[in-house]
């Protein structure tokens, strides 16, 4: 199968066809990423307003009352990728509770990150014990979920904080269960959540364990 959609390394991946698939995201599941990103726009005298779910809208000057220009923001969130992602700070447990599902699963780091921070990304993931095969995704991420869950004939499960991305892989993969994560604590309130459709568990382990019984890897 040849889909140009796909991201390339996807198909070389080496996956275990017997048993479960875990495909987790990196930003706000993983890794802290509004944390850092705030921290990096510090830096250059900007400030972060949690007011809504929303990225390049919450950025102000001090004192400002209008957000800056959205371009200018997404400028700031390249620079970051680029060049100071590797800064951001792990979610609590996230690394526990991975290390506990390896055991009896596959797992793989599906990212929406720009293709410029691979290298960084990939270092950052081994820097935090999570030496997992990573995948570069652009755009929704349900094709690559299928195509991910469709080298398995074990369960497979997709992690990911953003409606849009578990959306996608809800048409794409329908059989893969979906649980939405949000890890920034000041996010969380704010997030678009469909709970009827994908289960929200915001914390790990608790959600490791979720993982784990949608999986089968624990008697309920
Ligand atoms: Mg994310």
Same mark, same amino acid.
């Given at each position: 199968?040849?889909?140009?959609?796909?991201?390339?390394?996807?198909?070389?991946?080496?996956?275990?066809?017997?048993?479960?698939?875990?495909?987790?995201?990196?930003?706000?599941?993983?890794?802290?990423?509004?944390?850092?990103?705030?921290?990096?726009?510090?830096?250059?005298?900007?400030?972060?307003?949690?007011?809504?779910?929303?990225?390049?809208?919450?950025?102000?000057?001090?004192?400002?009352?209008?957000?800056?220009?959205?371009?200018?923001?997404?400028?700031?969130?390249?620079?970051?990728?680029?060049?100071?992602?590797?800064?951001?700070?792990?979610?609590?447990? +996230? @690394?526990? *509770?991975?290390? &506990?599902?390896?055991?009896? $699963?596959? !797992?793989?780091? #599906?990212?929406?990150?720009?293709?410029?921070?691979?290298?960084?990304?990939?270092?950052?993931?081994?820097?935090?014990?999570?030496?997992?095969?990573?995948?570069?995704?652009?755009?929704?991420?349900?094709?690559?979920? +299928? @195509?991910? *869950?469709?080298? &398995?004939?074990?369960?497979? $499960?997709? !992690?990911?904080? #953003?409606?849009?991305?578990?959306?996608?892989?809800?048409?794409?993969?329908?059989?893969?269960?979906?649980?939405?994560?949000?890890?920034?604590?000041?996010?969380?309130?704010?997030?678009?959540?469909?709970?009827?459709?994908?289960?929200?568990?915001?914390?790990?382990?608790?959600?490791?364990?979720? !993982?784990?019984?949608?999986?089968?890897?624990?008697?309920?």
């Amino acid at each position: 199968m040849t889909d140009t959609r796909l991201p390339p390394e996807l198909l070389s991946l080496r996956i275990d066809a017997e048993a479960p698939l875990i495909i987790v995201d990196v930003d706000e599941v993983l890794g802290l990423f509004m944390r850092g990103f705030e921290g990096f726009i510090g830096t250059r005298g900007l400030e972060m307003r949690i007011e809504r779910f929303a990225l390049f809208q919450n950025i102000f000057r001090p004192g400002a009352s209008e957000h800056l220009d959205i371009a200018e923001g997404r400028r700031l969130f390249d620079e970051y990728f680029e060049h100071h992602a590797e800064t951001m700070d792990i979610a609590p447990g +996230a @690394a526990d *509770a991975l290390t &506990t599902l390896a055991q009896n $699963a596959s !797992i793989v780091i #599906l990212t929406n990150a720009p293709a410029q921070s691979r290298v960084g990304r990939a270092r950052w993931l081994i820097k935090h014990g999570l030496p997992y095969s990573l995948v570069v995704n652009a755009g929704p991420k349900g094709p690559a979920v +299928a @195509a991910l *869950a469709a080298r &398995t004939r074990g369960t497979a $499960a997709f !992690i990911d904080d #953003l409606l849009p991305n578990l959306d996608s892989a809800a048409d794409a993969a329908p059989a893969v269960a979906r649980f939405q994560m949000v890890a920034d604590e000041r996010l969380r309130p704010l997030a678009f959540s469909a709970p009827q459709r994908h289960r929200r568990i915001d914390v790990w382990p608790e959600l490791g364990e979720a !993982i784990a019984e949608s999986l089968g890897l624990v008697r309920r």
